[in-house]
């Protein structure tokens, strides 16, 4: 097989959350260039729309909906708008989330459950709407939860946020093997510092510069350094022997420094 035939998703319908901005709009564009069919998700209209604009002007199929993944019911919504414009859902990217950055003692209940409600609530609602419609399709497919480095390590002021993508990485293992049998395969990515809009301003600040010379690579990482990633997860082709694994995309910042 030709290597351009292993990331070839023509055919695959891919819905992907938090995909107003940022990583989601990148993975969005990414999965659309390579053949599938995008359903993009997230609370911003304006901006998916102007995503859903890019990716046809390109080439692309992709249709815009407006999602909250906090609301269970909204999910099932979308989901059936995906199935309504392209067929069944084959590739689920949860990548919908916030930070809540927060000192420890002031945060409130309802910070925490914010928090928790998108960043794992969230993706446990879609990663199950998506199998419960792939197993009764008879489709195969894949999930691709976006966890984080902190998933592995601790950092201050970032409670909720690190307990979320901790137990977003437990939560890809056990799906992973419930949904095995179902030939459906989850795995995840564990970004380290990306660059985005959101951020941009910060590391591109004096102030980062302390952070970037914790990473071995000296450098703070781009979005499209999870292009390949997320074709790999994306692709049956590529993985099909691949289920339970979170790939961990950092620089090297979670190595073990003397």
Aim: no cysteine; aromatic share 6%.
């Amino acid at each position: 097989m030709h290597a351009s035939q292993l990331f070839d998703l023509s055919g695959e319908v891919a819905l992907v959350t938090g995909a107003s901005s940022g990583l989601g709009e990148r993975f969005a564009e990414v999965l659309a260039a390579h053949g599938a069919s995008v359903v993009v998700a997230a609370r911003r209209a304006d901006r998916l729309a102007s995503l859903v604009e890019r990716i046809t002007d390109a080439g692309g199929k992709a249709r815009a909906v407006e999602l909250d993944v906090s609301d269970q019911g909204a999910i099932a919504g979308a989901f059936d708008a995906a199935e309504t414009a392209f067929g069944t859902v084959t590739i689920l990217v949860n990548n919908a989330g916030v930070a809540g950055n927060k000192a420890v003692f002031d945060m409130t209940p309802e910070d925490w459950r914010t928090v928790m409600s998108v960043n794992l609530d969230g993706v446990w609602f879609a990663a199950q709407e998506a199998a419960r419609r792939m197993k009764d399709a008879g489709r195969q497919g894949n999930i691709i939860n976006i966890a984080s480095v902190l998933s592995f390590r601790a950092a201050r002021t970032v409670v909720a946020y690190a307990a979320s993508k901790g137990a977003v990485l437990q939560l890809t293992r056990n799906l992973a093997l419930e949904f095995a049998r179902y030939n459906i395969r989850v795995n995840g990515i564990a970004p380290g510092y990306i660059l985005t809009e959101i951020n941009k301003e910060y590391f591109e600040s004096d102030d980062s510069a302390v952070m970037i010379k914790r990473i071995p690579q000296r450098r703070i990482g781009d979005v499209s350094d999870l292009d390949g990633t997320l074709l790999l997860l994306a692709s049956n082709k590529a993985s099909g022997y691949m289920t339970g694994s979170t790939v961990v995309v950092d620089g090297g910042h979670l190595l073990p420094v003397d």
